[in-house]
């Protein structure tokens, strides 16, 4: 059975607890260019971001990483390196998603459009954080920098997208 967030979020509520959905996403890096998406459609929709989303059920989280990015962006990744676990939580709706963020310097393909994302390719120093989510402007230049990462955001709920509080710190290892 397919769940919308919408229903999942009413679902959650009344029982009073926390799903947590694991997650990638992954940047795709030239030079001193990174490859973004416009999300389409469901979760996330007009706001740019890396390629990625839920794991399926089987799935390592980098089989996910590269299965998200063949579906959204018509790429196969050959290289990346995993950098960050954020715990994203959304405390009206009671959700949290666990991202696992890579980084892809090598790929076969160019990045395509599809039914899920838009691609366009950025200079780094030009990222457009104002179509983003609100946490990216504050976390991405800092993973972008390198070393590895752990931490939790946590928003209003995902509709408003209303940041509350961005906790990150450098580690030696990543959790999983």
Known sequence: MVQTIQSLCIQLKRRRCVETIRMTVCFPLTGTHIWLG???RSFGSGLW??????????????????????????????????????RFVFRQTRIACEVHYHLSTQW???????????????????IPYGTMWPADKLYLPVVLS???????????????????????SETKRLPY
């Open 146 to 168: 390198g070393g590895l990462w752990v931490g939790t955001c946590i928003y209003s709920d995902p509709v408003k997208r209303r940041l509350i509080r961005l906790d990150l």
């Open 38 to 40: 416009k999300k389409k």
């Open 49 to 86: 971001n890396g390629f990625g989303g839920r794991q399926k059920l089987g799935e390592t989280i980098r089989e996910t990483a590269k299965r998200e990015s063949h579906e959204e962006a018509g790429i196969m990744l050959i290289r990346m390196k995993r950098v960050a676990v954020i």
């Open 108 to 126: 076969r393909g160019v990045p395509v459009e599809t039914e899920e994302m838009f691609p366009a390719i950025f200079e780094i120093d030009d």
